[in-house]
T-cell receptor, first 114, second 110 residues
């Protein structure tokens, strides 16, 4: 059963705490992406990775960090520098990073601040 | 469940009627477009795509129309069902960037 999984479904962050969101795919896709979704807005790109061991900042990378040590995994860390982290976070993957690629999404993680 | 878009435009249709959801895209160089469906609290689900060398593409109960002259994309859903209730948004791809619209909430009335 191929697909993209994200965990946890809900995550609570305390003030000054770093938290890590998990994203795993078994689709053998090269490219992976992290988006943030806020009410009434389109998805905004946080970070993307074209291939393993490579990643690039997206439009709103400040306060976030990623790693891509394995093709299947692209974890996102929300650091204490991100002052407004409450949002729905979506991970996606695509076969390649070239044009005309379809992005497939995971189920999302909702991050809430205590 | 959680709402993914509290202030989105809403389209209300009667069950069994056809739905038309519109999207204006921003870049005339965009060459690939996708429609996604997102149910409350879930990740977006791919519905249908179209390339810029096409004007129309049909799937099962869905049709996407592309008008490059006015940079407009539409999604038509035939015989709308209660399970079609969701937020629908378009995405445009121009090379190394993917831009997502904010979406339209489709509400199916019994």
């Amino acid at each position: 059963d191929g697909g993209i999984t994200q965990s946890p479904k809900y995550l609570f962050r305390k003030e000054g705490q770093n938290v890590t969101l998990s994203c795993e795919q078994n689709l053998n896709h090269d490219a992976m992406y992290w988006y943030r979704q806020d009410p009434g807005q389109g998805l905004r790109l946080i970070y993307y990775s074209q291939i393993v061991n490579d990643f690039q900042k997206g439009d709103i990378a400040e306060g976030y960090s990623v790693s891509r040590e394995k093709k299947e995994s692209f974890p996102l860390t929300v650091t204490s520098a991100q002052k407004n982290p409450t949002a729905f976070y979506l991970c996606a993957s695509s076969l390649t990073f070239v044009g005309g690629r379809t992005q497939y999404f995971g189920p999302g993680t909702r991050l809430l601040v205590l | 469940g959680e709402s993914v878009g509290l202030h989105l435009p809403t389209l209300s249709v009667q069950e069994g009627d056809n739905s038309i959801i519109n999207c204006a895209y921003s870049n005339s160089a965009s060459d690939y477009f996708i429609w996604y469906k997102q149910e409350s609290g879930k990740g977006p689900q791919f519905i249908i795509d179209i390339r810029s060398n096409m004007d129309k593409r049909q799937g099962q109960r869905v049709t996407v129309l592309l008008n490059k002259t006015v940079k407009h994309l539409s999604l038509q859903i035939a015989a709308t069902q209660p399970g079609d209730s969701a937020v629908y948004f378009c995405a445009e791809d121009y090379g190394q960037n993917f831009v997502f619209g904010p979406g339209t909430r489709l509400s199916v009335l019994p």
